[in-house]
T-cell receptor, first 113, second 113 residues
Framework: DVKVTQSSRYLVKRTGEKVFLECVQDMDHENMFWYRQDPGLGLRLIYFSYDVKMKEKGDIPEGYSVSREKKERFSLILESASTNQTSMYLC????????????FGSGTQLSVL | AQSVTQPDIHITVSEGASLELRCNYSYGATPYLFWYVQSPGQGLQLLLK??????LVQGIKGFEAEFKRSQSSFNLRKPSVHWSDAAEYFCAVGATGFQKLVFGTGTRLLVSP
């Protein structure tokens, strides 16, 4: 069964910490995405990557960076976590064809105290 | 730029009753349209998608959606709701040649006995 795995289901960090959220997919997908989900705001795209070492900003990239050193792994980095980054983070992947569906991970609920 | 509006934040439906969830999109050309469902504690799962052709699209779990260009709508329907359908539903739109999807804010479905 195809799978997108996010390393942590729940994460609690302190303000100012550097935070890494990891996502791994086993489908050999070219495209990977990081979304943030907040009540009443739906899903908002933070960053996406269409190939190894390639990345593009989404709609809300401020305060975040990403890394894609290997095809199967896409990391989201919060350089200095802030309380307004408390949220559910969802990783997704998709193959080369642009009308294919997204496969989502189960999400990481991050709390920044 | 494309956008999606889901006007209903919450909807409560009795088990066995019919369901319609509304979705309106904004995009100049023919969009790619999707409905995803998120059960509690889970990632998003694709219900159905529309790219071209027949405007009535069948999906999984007995759901269907109809694309109406004149109304810029892609409403999701189900003739008889089951308690297991209680979840959050997201409509999403992608532009031709798109790399990313834009999601609506979601509609939470509650099913009463």
């Amino acid at each position: 069964d195809v799978k997108v795995t996010q390393s942590s289901r729940y994460l609690v960090k302190r303000t100012g910490e550097k935070v890494f959220l990891e996502c791994v997919q086993d489908m050999d997908h070219e495209n990977m995405f990081w979304y943030r989900q907040d009540p009443g705001l739906g899903l908002r795209l933070i960053y996406f990557s269409y190939d190894v070492k390639m990345k593009e900003k989404g709609d809300i990239p401020e305060g975040y960076s990403v890394s894609r050193e290997k095809k199967e792994r896409f990391s989201l980095i919060l350089e200095s976590a802030s309380t307004n980054q408390t949220s559910m983070y969802l990783c997704a992947s998709r193959g080369r064809v642009r009308n294919e569906k997204l496969f989502f991970g189960s999400g990481t609920q991050l709390s920044v105290l | 730029a494309q956008s999606v509006t889901q006007p209903d934040i919450h909807i409560t439906v009795s088990e066995g009753a019919s369901l319609e969830l509304r979705c309106n999109y904004s995009y100049g050309a023919t969009p790619y349209l999707f409905w995803y469902v998120q059960s509690p504690g889970q990632g998003l799962q694709l219900l159905l998608k529309y790219f071209s052709g027949d405007t009535l699209v069948q999906g999984i779990k007995g759901f269907e959606a109809e694309f109406k260009r004149s109304q810029s709508s892609f409403n999701l329907r189900k003739p008889s709701v089951h308690w297991s359908d209680a979840a959050e539903y997201f409509c999403a739109v992608g532009a031709t040649g798109f790399q990313k999807l834009v999601f609506g804010t979601g509609t939470r479905l509650l099913v009463s006995p």
